[in-house]
Nanobody, 122 residues
Framework: QVQLVESGGGSVQAGGSLRLSCAAS?????MGWFRQAPGKEREGVAR???????SYADSVKGRYTVSKDNAKNTLYLQMNSLKPEDTAMYYC???????????????????WGQGTQVTVSS
């Protein structure tokens, strides 16, 4: 069955960079990155559709880049200029519905990775 396996989380100083990866089963039509800090709601930070189009939350625009390698069935999130407020558990998500929505709403997705922790210190 479908699995999303994340990697790349860790601890970094403010201003640093991290690159998250998520290996997916098959070829998702939509993939996204979400994050959740303790006591906070899970929020979408970036998504990419099968055609390569991308969307970003305002809080990460200009700093994060979402991409995918279809040949490797892998989703990436390049995070630059990290801030302490970026600290959260980061999750990748996907769906395989050709006509499904692909937004920054977590309700659009039915498969989720296990999460990888990103901690940014000041």
């Amino acid at each position: 069955q479908v699995q999303l396996v994340e990697s790349g989380g860790g601890s970094v100083q403010a201003g640093g960079s991290l690159r998250l990866s998520c290996a997916a089963s098959g070829y998702p039509d939509c993939m996204g990155w979400f994050r959740q800090a303790p006591g906070k709601e899970r929020e979408g930070v970036a998504r990419i559709w099968r055609d390569g189009s991308t969307s970003y939350a305002d809080s990460v625009k200009g700093r994060y880049t979402v991409s995918k390698d279809n040949a490797k069935n892998t989703l990436y999130l390049q995070m630059n200029s990290l801030k302490p407020e970026d600290t959260a558990m980061y999750y990748c998500a996907a769906h395989y519905w050709y006509y499904g929505r692909c937004s920054l709403s977590k309700d659009d997705y039915n498969y989720w990775g296990q999460g990888t922790q990103v901690t940014v210190s000041s």
